[in-house]
């Protein structure tokens, strides 16, 4: 198990956080395994893999019951993990090759209207000013860029091209993508960089982070968590805000004005379009939803 989370580390660049999702799973499978009584990776078996899934979704005394995405996710693990070994020789046969993991089902983005992405953004602007500025600053780019949080925090100030408008991102696997940033984001990244950062950076070593925290370091991904929740609280917003709620409600409103699937793909860094076309999905509800209440005939 270590030698694959190696290679997947060092040869294909994983990120962290999805190395140590993947090293949880596999201890999981480990632990299933041991308890039937297999040590050794050329016992198992496919019967061993559809027995293991089915454990998962029913639960034990000892564990509850995982939905069908978070098994099938565990299951992308011990697929990976099998299959390397089969690739290196180290068994004969993949177990888990014709095995289809748990089909989760359909939860569409949630996304919160333009009205609350200003409200959210106006009240980033409270408080303490190298704080507010910096607070306004991440979350106009987070929205104006589709950007994961890791993505945001992980910026350095080099990778900002103000002048041109654009920002060089890094997303899974490592892969860098430029991305338009609108007035709005270079208007209030301007502002921090200029009446914010400066002292931020003075407390600290001198990193080249762009988004810093109090002690001159980089912001964390909690710390932004953090700042974002307190933002929607004072803005009154109600429900569960996150980082993702902008990315989604980035590619919404994009569609939502008339932009085309495959340019969304290309911002949020998407592998596959299949994986952006889920927000299509909301605009088509949306359209559902007005027709029902605006047309005569609707019902």
């Known amino acids: 198990m270590s030698t694959w989370l ?3 580390a060092v040869e294909r660049g994983m990120a962290a956080n999805t190395l140590a999702a993947y090293r949880r799973d596999l201890a999981r499978w480990t632990a299933y395994l041991a308890a039937n009584g297999i040590t050794d990776p050329r ?6 893999v559809t027995a293991f899934l089915t454990h998962l979704r029913e639960g034990s005394e000892e564990t509850a019951p995982l939905a069908a995405s978070s098994a ?7 697929r990976g993990l099998h299959r390397f070994l089969a690739l290196e020789g180290e068994v004969a046969a993949d177990p888990t090759a014709s ?3 748990p089909r ?3 939860r569409l983005p949630k996304a919160i209207p333009l009205d609350d992405i200003e409200a959210l953004l106006d009240a980033a602007s409270v408080g303490d000013p190298p704080a507010s500025l910096r607070d306004r600053a991440l979350l106009e780019v987070l929205y104006g860029t589709g950007a994961r949080i890791s993505e ?8 900002v091209t103000g002048a041109e408008g654009v920002v060089r991102l890094r997303g899974k696997g490592g892969k860098e993508r430029i991305v338009p940033l609108g007035s709005y984001a270079v208007a209030a990244l301007e502002a921090y960089l200029t009446r914010a950062r400066p002292a931020l950076a003075s407390r600290g070593p001198g990193l080249p982070a762009l988004f810093l ?3 001159g370091g980089r912001l964390s991904r909690q710390s932004a968590w953090a700042l974002l929740a307190a933002a929607a609280h004072r803005a009154g917003l109600t429900g569960r805000v996150s980082p993702h709620t902008l990315r989604h409600s980035f590619a919404t409103h994009l569609l939502d004005g008339g932009a085309d699937v495959r ?3 290309e911002l949020l860094g998407h592998a596959s379009v299949t994986t952006t076309q889920v927000y299509t999905l909301v605009t088509v509800q949306r359209l559902r939803e007005e027709y029902a209440q605006a047309h005569p005939r609707a019902r």
């Open 6 to 8: 190696t290679h997947l």
């Open 43 to 48: 016992e198992v078996r496919e019967t061993h």
């Open 72 to 78: 099938a996710r565990t299951l992308v693990a011990v």
């Open 99 to 101: 095995v289809s993991p």
């Open 104 to 106: 989760p089902p359909l």
């Open 152 to 159: 945001a925090v992980g910026l350095d100030v080099d990778d």
């Open 213 to 215: 925290n109090q002690r």
């Open 263 to 265: 340019v969304v793909q």
